[in-house]
């Protein structure tokens, strides 16, 4: 994986996988946008692969590019939501709970805040059957909003909104989730005026479109309708 020029630039393999996801990520995104759903998809599991390896060489000893405590990037709580995201995106049900099972506490003990921390934790809980962790994390995190909400375009909002949509997953209750959805977007429309305005994300919400494709898996409905989320890409168990 590592090219010369990885090697002169002082370039790891793990930046360089983590930033090939995002390179597919994009890609993914441009042939959604085509319509070329079968494309999207294949590339939305290329993204996610390329998401998975950081992980895999941080903590598979097995693994051909073990690197064990070396390994620092693309192993956040945010690379493996991505991660899951792609598979969800794709319509892998069980790549996205392999997804989601890789993350850990990396060894410098390093976390992102705690709104993120525990989202992962418990969309791992959740797709490993744990329903009341899941459920746990969330309600933690949805108190703390309360108690001290925030307002404008931040994590605190962003991941206030995805928290109340999986909890409405993970209570298997179609109006909660419908309400997180509505919130997501609300929140994403209006980030996407921001920095991603005039790129490929501005038009496609990845967090609406898993969460969708996630609750239709455990057998909730799609009620909410968005030009965010690409109908297209939406899974049908019929």
Request: a negative charge; proline letters at 4%; aromatic letters at 10%.
């Amino acid at each position: 994986m590592n090219s010369d020029f990885d090697v002169k630039n002082n370039i790891t393999k793990d930046t360089r996988y983590r930033g090939s996801a995002m390179d597919y990520e994009s890609l993914a995104l441009c042939y959604t946008l085509q319509g070329d759903w079968g494309k999207a998809k294949a590339t939305f599991i290329q993204a996610n692969q390329f998401g998975q390896r950081p992980f895999h060489m941080a903590y598979n000893e097995q693994d051909p590019e073990y690197g064990g405590a070396s390994v620092t990037d693309g192993i956040q709580e945010s690379n493996a939501i991505k991660a899951t995201e792609f598979a969800l995106a794709a319509g892998d049900l069980a790549l996205a709970k392999q997804a989601a099972g890789l993350y850990r506490v990396p060894a410098d003990n390093h976390k992102m805040p705690a709104p993120i921390h525990r989202y992962i934790f418990a969309l791992q809980a959740f797709l490993d059957g744990d329903k009341d962790r899941a459920q746990m994390l969330l309600q933690i995190s949805l108190d703390e909003f309360l108690k001290k909400p925030s307002k404008g375009q931040n994590y605190k909002v962003n991941y206030h909104t995805l928290s109340l949509a999986l909890l409405g997953v993970v209570l298997h209750d179609q109006p909660a989730f419908n309400k997180g959805l509505e919130a997501q977007l609300q929140f994403y429309t209006k980030a996407a005026k921001g920095e991603i305005h005039d790129t490929e994300e501005e038009f496609v919400c990845l967090h609406a479109l898993a969460l969708t494709n996630l609750a239709i898996f455990y057998g909730l409905k799609q009620e909410i309708h968005h030009p965010l989320i690409p109908q297209g890409l939406v899974v049908s168990l019929q």
